[in-house]
């Protein structure tokens, strides 16, 4: 069974500082997501990680994969208010659903 | 490109009623619709998972007499809650996965939710 896990489930930071996300998964897969929850909002696509060592950033996201650790991250640099939501990571089992991670509930202090 | 639509955002129903909520894929075709539920402050659940033309596949937990499921067309898919309890008061979210291209450029794709109120 495919398990996935964020660390860590809480974070609080100062805006202008760096903190990175982890999202570990239990079995092989190829295909990883992160995703932005606002409160009372449904989920909003900020990257697609398809192959090992592949990264990708967005502003002041950047997200990369290693499928042999079963290991990816969300850095997040020099934070601002805006930022503050709930980030999900999510992994493919079985060829088509996805397993969640538990979020991590960022949020951005001035 | 890849738009899901949900509807209603948000619905309040008196207990013992039903409820029904849709998913339509806008610009694509869904070969495949899930449909999650979200309590507050956790993270999504699988409820089921639906082909078009076939019966939806359950979750280990999910009543399939209580939560119909849908999926008549490659763009529309139900989810009826029946005899609603308060204690089914949700966030439920769909997502919608195309194949081919679409699927390579836009992976899975997420409805805006509906919070349904059982009271």
């Known amino acids: 069974e495919l398990k996935v896990e964020q660390n860590p489930l809480f974070l609080s930071m100062q805006e202008g500082k760096n903190y990175t996300i982890y999202c570990n998964y239990s079995?092989?897969?190829?295909?990883l997501y992160w995703y932005r929850q606002d409160p009372g909002k449904s989920l909003e696509s900020l990257f697609v990680?398809?192959?090992?060592?592949a990264v990708k950033q967005e502003g002041r996201l950047m997200a990369s994969l290693d499928t042999k650790a079963r290991l990816s991250t969300l850095h997040i640099t020099a934070a601002v208010h805006d930022l503050s939501a709930t980030y999900f990571c999510?992994?493919?089992?079985?060829?088509?659903?996805?397993?969640f991670g538990p979020g991590t509930r960022l949020s951005v202090l001035p | 490109g890849a738009v899901v639509s949900q509807h209603p955002s948000w619905v309040i129903c008196k207990s013992g009623t039903s409820v029904k909520i849709e998913c339509r894929s806008l610009?694509?075709?869904?070969?495949?619709m899930f449909w999650y539920r979200q309590f507050p402050k956790q993270s999504l659940m699988l409820m089921a998972t639906?082909?078009?033309?076939?019966?939806?596949?359950?979750e280990q937990g999910v009543e399939k007499d209580k939560f119909l499921i849908n999926h008549a067309s490659l763009t529309l898919s139900t989810l009826t809650v029946t005899s609603a309890h308060p204690e089914d008061s949700s966030f439920y979210i769909c997502?919608?996965?195309?194949?081919?291209?679409?699927?390579?450029?836009?992976?899975?794709?997420f409805g805006s939710g509906t919070r349904l109120t059982v009271v």
């Open positions: 997502s919608a996965r195309g194949s081919g291209r679409t699927f390579s450029l836009y992976g899975y794709t």
């Open positions: 079995t092989t897969s190829d295909r």
């Open positions: 990680l398809l192959s090992n060592g």
């Open positions: 999510a992994v493919v089992s079985d060829g088509q659903n996805f397993v």
């Open positions: 610009d694509f075709q869904a070969t495949t």
């Open positions: 639906s082909n078009e033309g076939s019966k939806a596949t359950y």
